[in-house]
């Protein structure tokens, strides 16, 4: 009897595969183009997982980033003329470090959401490994070879880093921290770093802490504009978020706060990460 419920299903399936073969014959596989072709677009951009983007834009020319987690290639670099054609050109990390620790998958860890930046003539890419620290890789043409990673800051829970290059000479760096790995998830701490941004050299300043109105502060993207230091940093958490912006004219703060995007009567979610 099990001989014949083996020859059953085994004619079964030899059948389903032959009948999908011919249904598949004339399908022709389509690739996702958001762009309309007349000057309008349909969302998603990239019909993809690139977690966490971040977008630089020098001159004409737009660069992306993303999460990678522990999978190499790593940190994915995407360019675009528009914000809406995208094509994959190159991968920053091209092994996940520290070597001896990656060389078997390593779920939930590994490259979290990086921050590109331009300064000098020079590319930059930030990122925080929750259980090793801040990591720094740069190049002159994001096509091309990049750096190996820095460690700039070797501490498990720093996570979600971006600089700043201020008018005065010096160099930031902004990051907020893994509830995962410290119990802490709703603080954002400003370092300052050498004037080559490899190295953190002081122990940082808890510029604002949102445990009580904004849990879950996460993904902080450092600017200055007309004087003012700005902070963009999604809070809330992913299902029921809101996008915050910080503002002060001395970069340790006090901090103004306002909730600029937020889900509101809506049905869908507006808590987003702002790149640029």
């Given at each position: 009897m099990q001989f014949f419920n083996r020859a059953f299903y085994l004619i079964l399936f030899t059948y389903s595969i032959i009948?999908?073969?011919f249904s598949q014959e004339n399908y022709i596989s389509k690739v996702w183009v958001s762009d309309n072709g007349d000057g309008t677009y349909t969302n998603p951009i990239l019909h993809a997982d690139y977690s966490d983007p971040d977008v630089v834009r020098?001159?004409?020319?737009?660069?992306?980033?993303?999460?990678?987690?522990?999978?190499t290639p790593g940190l994915p670099i995407l360019h675009s003329k528009d914000l809406v054609n995208w094509k994959?050109?190159?991968?920053?990390?091209t092994k996940q470090y520290p070597l001896d620790v990656f060389?078997?998958?390593?779920?939930?860890k590994g490259v979290w959401a990086p921050c590109i930046r331009y300064h000098d003539g020079e590319y930059y890419i930030y990122y925080g490994d929750p259980d090793f620290g801040i990591y720094m890789l740069k190049t002159t043409d994001p096509a091309g070879e990049w750096s190996e990673p820095t460690l700039v800051k070797a501490e498990a829970g720093l996570i979600d880093s971006s600089p700043l290059w201020d008018d005065d000479g010096n160099v930031y760096l902004v990051h907020a921290w893994a509830a995962s790995r410290v119990n802490v998830n709703a603080l954002l701490t400003v370092h300052r770093m050498n004037k080559e941004g490899t190295k953190m050299i002081d122990e940082?300043?808890?510029?604002?802490?949102?445990?009580?109105?904004?849990p879950t502060l996460e993904g902080p993207?450092?600017?200055?504009r007309?004087?003012?230091?700005?902070?963009f940093a999604p809070a809330g958490g992913v299902a029921t978020g809101w996008q915050l912006i910080l503002r002060s004219k001395n970069i340790y703060g006090p901090y103004e706060e306002k909730i600029?995007?937020?889900?509101?009567?809506?049905?869908?979610n507006a808590r987003i990460k702002v790149v640029g």
């Open positions: 009948e999908f073969g020098v001159g004409d020319d737009y660069y992306m980033t993303a999460s990678s987690f522990n999978c994959l050109i190159n991968y920053a990390l060389d078997k998958p390593q779920h939930f940082g300043k808890h510029i604002f802490d949102g445990h009580d109105a904004h993207k450092f600017y200055k007309n004087g003012y230091y700005y902070i600029v995007l937020a889900q509101g009567d809506s049905e869908i």
